[in-house]
């Protein structure tokens, strides 16, 4: 799942980049910045003058902003502490910042082992402020959980601290709650709880609670693959489903009248095609007579999320039939035809392929449990990669197409 968007800061000086040599007066540069970062910390300790502490909190942000100036606080393990409680206290201005720093600092997965080092607490501290409906900087926790939740130790300890929760409260149900529900927090959108679901969902346990039948979760998620208003929520909602869709168990029960779930992942892939009305018989009703300014989903990534998960439905022989029931193919085939992004197309071709190609032997109608030989496992992953150069030569070619000609030139 896509990172947090760190938070820009004013660059500092530092150390120069790995590998290279480092002269005597950049040793004493390093040892000078060093100490002055070590001067920082009482200025971010509970009891400090508000001014100042506020002062200190700028600096340590503007000290993220660049990679020497992140690498330089990892060996500061009491201002990594100190920056942890600011940013879990009550006071706006000051805690805002420190959390703003933590997004930076947590955007570096080799700086989440320091940072985890120095407060163990962590993730389990911004989930409080997350999830907290008064919190001001709500966002900016969230945005830390979403960048550490892609290690699977953070990741683990989330999950623990969402098991956690208070007696009768399901965590996870709170995290759900929050990020379904329009205006939780009146002064933080809390967009970035989609990608930190999305990265819960890559375990058992979290997928377990998002499948319960008795829960309705999935069906609350599904309006969101088309939340008009963040393209970080949209991709987390989406990159949940398909993690949700690896479980091929809960196929019948995911594209059956219960929860009803293609035509979520086909209408934002979905233009504004008119189809003969054979064709517009074959759709789900949600697909029909769409207005002639219907636009695709506009990120490239979440479009291949949703065909991935499609793709993920079809592993079943009964699920493979009723995708292709429900009129997918039409869709796929006019997306083909629209797909600017090759790396896109590449794999809306693979799933068209499902749908229309002949069903696989006996003993391997799940895709998801057959197992591929070695030899012809390496020769996949062979043609995988000359489609990737592939696509990446198209790329270079689209974008050289799209360069406006020197000044002077003359236009074949």
């Not at 969402?162 to 965590?171: I, N």
């Amino acid at each position: 799942m896509r990172e947090a968007a760190a938070y820009a800061g004013a660059s500092a000086g530092g150390v120069g980049p790995a590998g290279s040599l480092i002269s005597e007066a950049e040793a004493e540069a390093e040892a000078e910045a060093e100490a002055e970062a070590a001067k920082l910390l009482p200025f971010l300790t509970p009891g400090a003058r508000a001014d100042l502490q506020a002062a200190a909190a700028r600096h340590v942000l503007a000290l993220t902003g660049s990679g020497p100036g992140r690498t330089l606080l990892t060996g500061q393990a009491a201002l990594l502490r100190a920056l942890v409680e600011l940013a879990a206290a009550p006071v706006s201005a000051p805690a805002r910042d420190a959390a703003r720093a933590l997004v930076n600092l947590t955007a570096d997965p080799c700086l989440h082992d320091p940072l985890l080092a120095a407060e163990p607490g962590l993730p389990a501290r911004l989930l409080n402020r997350a999830l907290d409906p008064q919190c001001p900087w709500a966002e900016e926790a969230a945005a830390v959980l979403a960048n550490l939740s892609r290690e699977p130790g953070p990741c683990a300890a989330l999950m623990e601290a969402l098991g956690a929760a208070e007696p009768g409260e399901s965590g996870l149900e709170q995290l759900v709650q929050a990020l379904c529900t329009p205006g939780y927090n009146a002064r933080a959108p809390l967009h970035y709880l989609g990608p930190v679901l999305s990265n819960l969902s890559q375990r058992p346990g979290a997928r377990a609670f998002l499948l319960d039948p008795n829960r309705c979760v999935v069906q609350r998620l599904l309006p969101l693959t088309q939340y008009p208003d963040s393209t970080v929520r949209r991709g987390g909602v989406v990159g949940t489903l398909r993690n949700c869709c690896f479980e091929h168990r809960h196929h019948e029960w995911l594209l059956g009248p219960e929860v009803d779930i293609l035509p979520f992942l086909l209408l934002p892939l979905a233009g504004p095609e008119d189809f003969s009305e054979e064709e517009m018989e074959r759709l789900p009703v949600d697909l029909q007579y769409l207005p002639p300014d219907k636009q695709r989903e506009p990120d490239a990534a979440i479009r291949k999320m949703l065909i991935e998960t499609v793709m993920l439905l079809t592993a079943t022989a009964p699920g493979r039939q009723q995708v292709r029931d429900q009129g997918a193919y039409l869709i796929l085939r006019e997306l083909h035809s629209w797909e600017p992004e090759p790396h896109v197309r590449v794999t809306c071709e693979k799933l068209i392929q499902v749908l229309i190609g002949d069903e696989p032997e006996h003993g391997m109608e799940n895709l998801l449990e057959v197992r591929v030989p070695e030899d012809v496992e390496q020769q996949l992953q062979q043609l995988d990669l000359q489609e990737q150069e592939q696509c990446k030569r198209e790329q270079q070619e689209r974008e050289l197409a799209s360069e406006p000609p020197a000044e002077g030139a003359v236009p074949p």
